[in-house]
């Protein structure tokens, strides 16, 4: 059974930073291709942030120069640091899964994030 858990999130202030991170079981984490998305209160979910199998990276204009994802294959992990919040990067962070050969996507169940004084 693929498990996605997401942690991390919290109250933050503006100018502030956080750590998301993002552990998964039940895949075969090397294969697969990772992404967090952001969904704002009210609106749909954005990508925000995308590590492939080989580790490339691409990012969304929102948060190129603030936002770093990384991952460590050996933890089965994607992280997501967060740095400059600002109070539109409040919202729910998912962490997908696709696993590049079978193109299953899987999803976490989120962790929230505040930004606010």
């Known amino acids: 059974q693929v498990h996605l858990v997401e942690s991390g999130g919290g109250l933050v202030q503006p100018g502030g930073s956080l750590r998301l991170s993002c552990a998964a079981s039940?895949?075969?984490?090397?294969?697969?291709?990772m992404d967090w998305y952001h969904q704002a209160p009210g609106k749909e979910r954005e990508l925000v942030a995308s590590?492939?199998?080989?580790?490339?990276?691409k990012y969304a204009d929102s948060v190129k120069g603030r936002f770093t994802i990384s991952r460590d294959n050996t933890k089965n992990t994607v992280y997501l640091q967060m740095n400059s919040l600002k109070p539109e990067d409040t919202g729910v962070y998912y962490c997908?899964?696709?696993?590049?050969?079978?193109?299953?996507?899987?999803w976490g169940r989120g962790t929230e994030v505040t930004v606010s004084s």
């Open positions: 039940g895949i075969i984490f090397n294969i697969n291709d």
């Open positions: 997908r899964a696709t696993n590049t050969i079978s193109r299953y996507v899987y």
């Open positions: 590590i492939a199998r080989v580790g490339t990276t």
